[in-house]
């Protein structure tokens, strides 16, 4: 999402408690529209969730809560400066009602909530939604109101819209558009919207190398009146729009007038190309701290630039997927509470199906050992094989973690591995002696029969190999799957839980046959 | 880690190949530094990892990759203007082969490779580390050279720096500071790290609500050259301080000269508190597509700016706690092949053991149930316990990770069980299903004795059942750790599956006894 950066951070009709956090909205006002949303609810006639949620905001607001509208100067000027009036809200449905009821509403109730909002307001949170929201509502709105609301977006959010519909509806979303709109977005929908190409704006400041600094100034104010992104930052080009340097706005300003753009700008440029993906571009940003990078093809040329403000998204993506991916299910790409059940238990019970046929193998390992499977070894198996699943989860967790982070790449496995040898080994040992600390206390005072030293002998030397085993296991499967070209965070607790608990029951009775047989089997 | 906003994309001496990745460094110039490396590591005598990983970096490196240097014009004039000689930096330590070799270097090595590299690099590159990492190195350094190195930060990585010092060594760091900065950062060190007074600078532009546009630009070119974090954002403040406003240099630009910049500002400023937690600080920006935020005290005066490339940073780091957390452990708060492994043994350690001792509790559950503890019984109870850890850890999951992204609020918990109690049948049905299946094939063939119709059964309710319940508790635990003010992401895949083994227990050996007492038992 590309926010219009003449004024990003103006947003009316903010509620805010003494200490600045949003609070729910003062109770009489939530309870007018949470009479006015249950009323188009109940017109629907079944989504009590609605009201509900509405419900609990409104007691959940807190006592003398206040409107930023009792600030010290009335908002009697728009951004261009021309005198509004300054209306009375009371009786509307405010923006961050709306952002509240939003995961809960149907489609013909969030284009009902958009057109009650005031114009502007409803603009800007348009413009704030996610692509698949937007081109939910495009294709709802009434064919003569699309282009209005269409023309509010750039055309790298453009090209993520209709990336998200049909192609019967790309053509008529497609048309909505001026001629130069249009192909720009054309060849934006060339690119993977994970790829820098899919997160660049082509609407960037662009400056030749012999200009002065005054012409500069002049020109780029020009620039400044049309939809580009940011002219804070400035690109030279050549006259095959290969990317000479960068040149910030305020060294343009701080420089003597007649100096040219060329002796004035910075010709090292961090720089991505259109294909690198979206993972790789936000770690350039955190290497580099930078705010904005141009993005360009494999010839040099310039295509466009991406700005922090879209890595925050990208940030917050990846790391979603990368949690639900280790939670052991697939990557949801909707918030929670707008997923439907159906999709819930499809996106869930996939993976669930996965491990459960996985772990059958534990029947049939322990089918193996049936004649060693005595009640006395069979009340420590879940201790046993856990400690290796919970070992396992750590390390892929950490060694996922890092590599999204590009703290330990492909390459670096060997390190990984050495490092968990030793750590698996001390943690092992500690967890099992605890166990076997257990087992004696129980043992002493007769549980377990007369064989209770070997018992906890036993149960010791399976808790350390497992958790040995599993830490080893946890971390080189974030590194297999890797190598294989899947994603690392597949490596997920409950998988890595599901792989030792077989070789887990493999290690215990193992062990328990090489010591207790004789004795106790 | 502020950036200083005049030259942020430019880091010199980036290699690269052909496609704009990063790559290894040319083997040739690789083999060198790790000589170089080398030399540095034998004389320490055993940190052998440093010179593998410098070798494998080379080894990986790509065919045909070429240096930046060899762009269209060179690198004639630094960002200042001034002629600059073109260095030949063959024979030198680049900032990424530092970069990549960072982790493994010692306090010592560190020290020598920030004085290898061109003086320039060596600042830049001093800035962007960690503030744990500029700590070390500053009081690692010899009396002398600590201003010059302290003097690149900003004041609030100053704090930062200050806050991660002993008690003793923070006199020594603040002495080095010149009074007016040693007065802000004294007060910006009374914030938290991770409050929003804690990440904001001080450092941000400011202008009167009575001056003319042209007056604002030319005040603005002034504040320029001082060290401020940004001039595209002024801040309209009154003779107290109170934020009356903001304007983006942008609009100041476009607008008539003799307009006041009271006219031109926007007032409704969504703006966020000095004591605000940086999740939800990091929610506001993303919620409302901000670049940069101010914020204010209590009484609404005017504090600082955050900016959003702080934000990537925060989001990154809160991501990998929840990540660590949710594997089972505790946040690791250093990148991980940084940490030690005594470091790693401990905070990973704790938690192992006490979710061991939580899974004791399966022994002495199954000790209550030992009479039937049957084998036939015992070889399905991996599988059915693991189908309720494995589904309670996808529900924790999709939860912490809505609570994190501000999807689900705590007042939630109610439509969320409701949600879960759905999916948690629907997906319990399908999985017993599978296992009931698996049961009956092997029970046709003779495999579970004459019962196994109804130990199809048992093992189908009892699946059943441990998903439902897996999934319940999944979904309630992070709400009820954060009403008892606790991290949501402590409801770990483990620690989920602990609770969930205990009760699993009881879940399958109730239904086995209700249903094949009389026959099997």
Redesign the interface.
């Known amino acids: ?3 219009d ?10 509620h805010e408690n ?5 609070s729910a909205l003062p109770p009489e006002e939530a309870s007018k529209v949470a009479a006015e949303i249950r009323a188009i609810a109940e017109a629907r006639g079944e989504d009590s ?1 609605v009201v ?2 509405v419900e ?2 409104a007691s ?1 607001s807190v006592p003398g809560a206040r409107t ?1 509208r009792s ?7 728009s ?1 261009t ?1 021309e005198l509004v009036p300054v209306e009375d809200h009371d009786e509307e449905l405010s923006v961050d009602e709306l ?1 509240d009821a939003w ?1 809960l509403l149907d489609l013909e109730e969030r284009s009902d909530g958009l057109r009650v909002l005031p114009r502007e307001d409803a603009e800007d949170f348009f ?2 939604l996610s692509p698949a929201d937007q081109a939910a509502l495009l294709l709802h709105f009434r064919a003569g109101q699309r282009r209005q609301w269409m023309r509010l977006l750039e055309p790298d959010d453009v090209a993520d819209v209709i990336q998200r519909v049909t192609e019967e509806h790309r053509a008529t979303l497609l048309a909505l558009l001026d001629a130069p709109t249009r192909k720009e977005v054309t060849a934006l929908m060339a690119y993977e919207e994970d790829e820098a190409g899919g997160l660049m704006s082509t609407r960037y400041a662009r400056l030749r ?1 012999q200009m002065t600094a005054d012409e500069a100034i002049s020109y780029l ?1 020009r620039q ?2 049309d939809k580009i992104e940011t ?3 400035a690109y030279v080009l ?1 006259t095959e729009q ?1 990317l ?3 040149v ?4 343009l ?4 007038p007649k ?1 040219i753009v ?12 259109d ?2 993906d979206q993972e ?1 571009v ?1 770690r ?11 993005v ?1 093809d ?1 010839d ?1 040329k310039m295509k466009g630039i991406v ?3 879209d ?3 990208v ?2 993506e990846e ?2 997927e ?3 991916k ?4 697939e990557a ?1 790409d909707m ?3 707008m997923s439907s ?1 159906a999709q ?2 499809r996106k ?2 996939r ?3 996965i ?3 996985g ?2 193998l ?2 049939t390992a ?2 193996f050992f ?1 004649d060693a ?3 006395t070894l ?6 046993i ?3 290796g ?3 396992g ?2 390390a ?7 590599m999204a ?1 590009g ?2 790449r492909a ?2 496995w ?3 591995l050495r ?1 968990e040898v ?2 698996g080994v ?2 092992g040992a ?2 099992g002696g ?2 076997s600390v ?1 087992v004696m206390i129980w043992g002493a005072v007769g ?1 377990y029969g007369e064989h209770f030293l070997l018992i906890g002998l036993t149960v010791a030397l399976a ?1 350390t190999g497992c ?1 040995l085993w599993g830490t080893l296991a946890g971390a080189m499967l974030p590194f297999l799957l890797r190598k294989l070209g899947a994603d690392p965070a597949n490596a ?3 998988l890595v ?2 792989l030792v ?1 077989v070789s887990g ?1 493999i290690i215990y009775f193992t062990i328990a046959k090489l010591i207790l047989t004789g004795t106790l089997l």
């Open positions: 999402m590309a926010p950066d003449s004024v990003p951070e103006a947003i009316p009709d903010r003494a200490t600045g956090e949003i969730e509900e949620l609990m905001s959940a930023r600030s010290i100067i009335p908002p009697m000027t951004v400066g952002r995961p413009v704030a190398p104010r400044a009146r002219i804070y930052y050549d290969r000479l340097g960068v910030s706005f305020r060294d300003f701080a420089a003597d100096k060329a002796e004035i700008m910075e010709t090292d440029v961090v720089r991505v190309t294909e690198m790789t936000s350039y940003f955190a290497e580099h701290d930078l705010t904005v990078v141009p360009v494999k040099g700005t922090v403000d890595i925050v998204d940030v917050q790391a979603t990368d949690a639900q280790f939670g052991g299910m949801l918030p929670y509470l059940r819930m238990v869930r019970g993976w669930l199906t491990l459960l046929v772990e059958m534990t029947a322990l089918g049936e499977l005595i009640p069979a009340l420590f198996l879940p201790l094989i856990s400690s699943g919970n070992s989860s750590q892929s967790t950490l060694v996922i973690r890092a982070l703290e330990v390459a670096d060997w390190l990984v490092r030793a750590i001390a943690l500690i967890l605890f166990a257990r549980t808790v958790v997920s607790a409950p839980a599901t608990d029951i």
